[in-house]
């Protein structure tokens, strides 16, 4: 889902400002350089930048990447994919051609990988690329970039291709480097919070190290405040468990995972499964700031945000005015990512004091049992 959309899902990265004295002419000679182009004619695949605007033009007039603040872009991918049943179908074909040729003998592996290669060659020559695009949107005097997929391979792919032409190395915004690059934080939670980290470094390699606790404290703390959240008296905002949530425990080396969705607000279902040990994996919350409502899946790395759904854009800004919608969607999307680091840093600042485990764990446990 582009992160445009009415429902958008991206992962998240910090992003050094470059150091250029020109920033126009950087961006100008990155996107000649790094746009996309059409793969060979036996080529799998070709990656680039194109527009966001229409991710079929590679030109970017007038220099139609900047908006306002921000760097928006498409990273297209075309590929070519012979699916597998054709692949065996012809395959098969070739080798009973082959076999009838040399009185019934099986070909040699050699031969094998021979006549693979040719089929493959051959099915590839009469296939038509297939195009996507993932929306990327960047914003320099922040230090942020978003990346509309949270799929590894799709990942790997764009930041490679990032790296190459930008000369710039995005860091994931997840839960662990969240709370290390917290500013707000004090020192002595900064070095308590190293401490930890050292002697749970085996929950980090199993990505449930803070980012668990955190779903979980902020279902129990939506509960406990009643969805009625202020953080000071300039900070109120409606903070409540959405309609899904998916649980998980490792037993003999086994996952067992319960997923729970429905209009059911009590969760029940969830609230079993946390009784028998399991942890959230993934929910969904919904938080309402002023008049506007949003909805997101939050998982336990807490980098990807998943299914987020604005309030609708202002119906003015109709299709004659694509800046005005562009814009007014990045401010929605701000706003919710404020909130959301609003909450992950107080929960932080709870996590890391003395109270955690002589006050609020205590009281997650009874809450649990209620």
Not at 142 to 150: I, V
Not at 222 to 241: A, P
């Amino acid at each position: 889902m582009p992160i445009l959309s009415s429902s958008s899902t991206f992962v998240r990265f910090t992003v050094e400002k470059p150091l250029v004295s020109d920033l126009a002419s950087y961006l100008a000679d990155v996107f000649k350089q790094g746009a996309f182009k059409d793969p060979e004619p036996l080529q799998k695949q070709s990656a680039g930048f194109s527009s966001i605007d229409n991710m079929f033009d590679t030109e970017f007039p007038y220099a139609n990447y900047e908006k306002g603040e921000y760097i928006a872009f498409n990273f297209r991918i075309d590929e070519r994919k012979i699916p597998s049943t054709v692949f065996k179908q012809f395959l098969h074909k070739a080798e009973t051609e082959y076999r009838k040729k040399h009185e019934g003998r099986r070909p040699h592996r050699n031969e094998w990988n021979d006549i693979k290669d040719s089929v493959e060659l051959k099915l590839l020559s009469q296939m038509l690329p297939s195009p996507k695009a993932f929306q990327v949107i960047w914003s320099p005097s922040s230090g942020y970039l978003l990346f509309g997929s949270t799929q590894e391979k799709i990942i790997d792919q764009f930041l490679e291709y990032f790296e190459k032409y930008f000369k710039l190395y995005p860091k994931p915004k997840d839960a662990l480097t969240s709370a290390l690059e917290d500013k707000k934080l004090e020192q002595k939670q900064k070095e308590f919070l190293t401490r930890l980290i050292a002697s749970r470094s085996r929950e980090l390699t199993e990505d449930i190290f803070l980012g668990s606790e955190f779903l979980l404290w902020l279902w129990y703390f939506s509960e406990t405040e009643k969805g009625q959240i202020s953080f000071d008296k300039d900070t109120h905002f409606e903070l409540f468990v959405g309609n899904r949530m998916t649980l998980e425990q490792t037993v003999d080396g086994k996952k067992q995972r319960v997923v729970c969705s429905g209009p059911d607000s009590d969760m029940a279902e969830a609230r079993m499964a946390l009784k028998e040990g399991k942890q959230i994996k993934e929910a969904e919350y919904e938080i309402t700031i002023g008049e506007n409502r949003y909805s997101f899946i939050l998982d336990t790395r807490l980098w990807a945000i998943k299914s987020l759904k604005t309030p609708r854009i202002d119906s003015s800004l109709d299709d004659d005015d694509p800046e005005g919608r562009f814009f007014e969607k990045m401010y929605l999307i701000e706003e919710a990512l404020k909130y959301i680091d609003l909450i992950y840093h107080h929960f932080l600042t709870l996590r890391l004091s003395i109270s955690w485990e002589r006050d609020i764990v205590p009281d997650l446990k009874k809450w649990i049992e209620a």
